[in-house]
Each structure stands twice: as structure tokens, then as C-alpha cells.
């Protein structure tokens, strides 16, 4: 009777010790000091997921130019179309010149703007994925349209920002 009662006041004492978690590695026995406690990795349970801090926001940029002249001004990094124009068009009328438009909008790219010496400053601008690409093709652009001499004033590309949570 005592040897069962020793028993089992031993296993009720051990019990709690063979239900509890460990992480060890592979062939090691729980309560080695190469184990760790259980961080539920043992369960199987699969890790929670990166939760964002952010989103990056596209932007816009605008070219503009005003009649009888041959200036450009440009915007960029703006949140909307209507607010790169604006920023464009208020730099030409900033700088005293009158029936200023924006000639020229562009979302997430580069622009390069070629002008010509044997033709109007604005003969080609375009946009691209990136600077090289744009400065090519304005070059193309500027003389397909006749210009002699072209070369890029202008080159810029709109940068994404970034808005945290």
C-alpha cells in the first residue's frame, strides 16, 4: 500500500513536467539546457504574417509653356493630374507670362524634353519608364518633327511616396 501510494503521489508530482512544451532540436531530450521554451513553433503553427506599415503612393508630373515664348516649366511629384498641371501652369504665370497651359502630363515615369536650334524649343517630349529611354525617344521625337541639332533641356522622373499607416 505505501509503494502505490508513493507511486502515486510521484506521478502526480511529474505529471505537470510531461505535458509541458520545449522547443529542442532533433535528438535532444526535453529538459536538456539545448532547449528552449515552446514559442508554438512545435505546434505547427504557421507564423503571422508581415502586417504592412504603408502604402507607396504614385505621383504625377506636368510640363507647361506659355504662347510667344519659348520657356518651359515643369512639376512633379504630385498626388493628382489636376495638381501637377496647376503647379506647372502657376510657375509660368509666376514668372509674368500670360495664356500659360499645361502641354504635357505624365503618371509614375521619367520625361525628357528635346528642343532644336532650327525650330520651335518644345519639338518632342516624352515620357518613359525610365531617363535614358525618354531621352532617346524626344530626341526621335524632335527630329521627326524637323528639328536639326536636338538635344534634352529637360529630364525628370516622378518619384512614388510613401504614406504610413
Avoid at 509666376?94 to 536650334?117: E, I, M, P
Avoid at 535614358?132 to 525628370?156: F, H, M, N, W
Wanted: proline residues 8%; neutral net charge; charged residues 20%.
Amino acid at each position: 500500500m505505501f509503494r502505490s501510494a508513493l507511486f502515486l503521489s510521484f506521478a502526480l508530482l511529474a505529471a505537470p513536467l510531461a505535458f509541458a512544451q520545449t522547443a529542442c532540436p532533433g535528438g535532444v531530450a526535453p529538459g536538456s539546457p539545448q532547449c528552449g521554451p515552446d514559442a508554438g513553433t512545435s505546434r505547427g503553427a504557421p507564423p503571422a504574417p508581415p502586417r504592412p506599415t504603408g502604402e507607396w503612393i504614385k505621383t504625377w508630373g506636368a510640363i507647361a509653356h506659355a504662347d510667344n515664348t519659348n520657356e518651359a516649366w515643369a512639376s512633379t511629384g504630385m498626388l493628382s493630374k489636376e495638381a501637377a498641371e496647376l503647379d506647372a501652369v502657376d510657375q509660368c504665370q509666376s514668372a509674368g507670362f500670360k495664356n500659360c497651359a499645361a502641354t504635357f502630363t505624365y503618371r509614375n515615369q521619367c520625361v525628357a524634353l528635346a528642343s532644336s536650334r532650327s525650330g520651335p524649343l518644345l519639338s518632342g517630349t516624352v515620357s518613359a519608364v525610365d531617363i535614358p529611354t525618354a531621352e532617346s525617344e524626344a530626341i526621335k521625337l524632335c527630329r521627326e518633327r524637323g528639328g536639326a541639332q536636338c538635344a534634352v533641356i529637360y529630364k525628370d522622373c516622378t518619384e512614388p511616396k510613401f504614406r504610413r499607416y
